[in-house]
């Protein structure tokens, strides 16, 4: 069969994975980031709330003769069914149901899709991936030249997270337990994404460091991965971002510095305890500071990222964010203001919050108020411009960077409305 797979923009590493198996099994297979297909089938990969809503998206799945859509927005395949023109949905992993459902279309014995029947929308329970090593990718010639913050493509190690944020899909999509890849599946894997001319690989996934964590944590595991994969691709083109700070210690730490480009980025997310508690994150203020400072004395360099606007954030709780900036110095800093992912129990929180109190909506009074921003946009952009004062060497904002940070809170801004206008509209089916 002749099938294509569509990752609008990015190359996600799912959509790599679904063409390795497929590719597998027999099928002629191509994969792209364009909005084309020659497929008798398309396989749609989606990754964030924004792409449904996005109209050249919505026009192009009218053209096509089948289509499935996979990705995180499966986790609320009524809406997509809804809002797209499309045959099915993957509801979960995708690797165990995409060959059955190309050959023979969805049905109520396939694992893990919805689909509409009649008026009715059919959902099957989705099964975790037992084993997750799977096939060679399918590399597509022009990976080497994607750059998602700084790496070509981000692998996956392990699916899981041990942790509970309100915010987050992770645990909601994969679950609670840690799954990991084999070590010679990953290491198999990267020579292979090396002999196709990509340079710089990221891990992927809620933190790295969970990598082989079992019963007992086997740190031991992390450390060989990044130790065998920094001798594929040198330390220079390997990342290993996103940790949690309380699976970080000073092996961990040291084996970033030797292994890798020498960065963590952390999910600081805010500088008041209320509210770390309200994410539920599981962590307190001062353990977030006490990980700041161990990484920096290992030598390797701190970016973290916040979160503004969270239902229930005063005034008080974000100046405590500010301040939390100044002690910690990070020498990067991300600014998001909370996105309600339809499925996450922030999605619920944020349509139960009184509407005039959602800071999304509220109009801006203080410092920037020329700037007709929300609350919301001016808590984001007043971070991004902190950060920049709080490095160890602080930065002057040149007009360019003040332009590009009013720009990207605006946006945030506008995504998380059209995020809430779908929410409400969906309130029923979002638990
Ligand atoms: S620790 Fe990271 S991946 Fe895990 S639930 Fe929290 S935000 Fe998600």
Request: proline share 4%; charged share 25%.
């Amino acid at each position: 069969m002749n099938i294509s797979i569509v990752s609008p923009g990015t190359y996600t590493y799912g959509s790599l994975v679904l063409g390795g198996v497929l590719k597998k099994r027999g099928h002629t297979v191509t994969v792209t980031h364009r909005l084309r297909s020659g497929g008798e089938v398309t396989l749609l990969s989606l990754f964030s709330t924004g792409q449904l809503l996005d109209p050249r998206i919505r026009d192009f799945v009218k053209t096509l003769p089948t289509v499935y859509v996979g990705g995180p927005v499966g986790f609320t395949p009524e809406i997509v069914l809804d809002e797209l023109d499309v045959d099915a949905v993957v509801v979960g992993e995708g690797e165990d149901v995409v060959a059955s459902l190309v050959e023979d279309g969805p049905s109520d014995d396939l694992a893990g899709v919805a689909f509409v029947e009649g008026d009715e929308i059919v959902k099957t329970r989705s099964r975790p991936v037992d084993n997750l090593d799977h096939p060679i990718p399918l590399i597509p010639e022009d990976l080497s030249s994607q750059n998602v913050r700084g790496a070509n493509v981000y692998i996956e190690t392990h699916r899981g997270c041990l942790g509970a944020c309100t915010f987050c899909q992770v645990p909601r999509f994969f679950g609670r337990t840690i799954r990991s890849r084999s070590l010679e599946n990953i290491l198999a894997e990267v020579r292979e994404l090396k002999r196709a001319g990509v340079r710089r690989v990221a891990v992927s996934g809620g933190t790295g460091s969970l990598f082989g964590y079992g019963k007992d944590v086997n740190k031991g595991a992390f450390i060989e991965l990044v130790r065998a994969l920094s001798e594929i691709l040198g330390p220079r083109n390997l990342s290993v971002p996103d940790m949690r700070v309380d699976f970080v210690d000073q092996e961990i730490l040291e084996a970033i510095r030797n292994y890798t480009i020498g960065w963590v980025f952390f999910g600081i997310e805010s500088g008041s305890q209320k509210m770390l508690n309200a994410m539920r994150k599981g962590v307190t203020v001062e353990k977030n500071l006490e990980a700041v400072e161990l990484a920096r004395s290992c030598g390797v360099k701190v970016g973290g990222s916040f979160i503004v606007a969270y239902p229930g954030e005063t005034q008080e709780d974000y100046d405590a964010t500010l301040e939390f900036m100044e002690d910690a110095m990070l020498d990067d800093v991300f600014s998001s203001v909370a996105e309600p992912i339809p499925g996450t129990p922030l999605a619920r929180l944020a349509l139960d919050y009184p509407r005039e109190e959602n800071l999304i909506y509220r109009e801006h009074k203080g410092e920037y108020r020329a700037l007709k921003l929300s609350e919301a946009e001016a808590r984001c952009f007043n971070l991004m411009l902190h950060g920049q004062n709080c490095k160890l060497v602080p930065r002057l904002v040149n007009d360019a960077m003040y332009q590009s940070f009013l720009e990207e809170a605006r946006v945030q801004g506008r995504d998380i409305k059209r995020v809430m206008g779908l929410l409400e509209k969906y309130k029923d089916v979002i638990v």
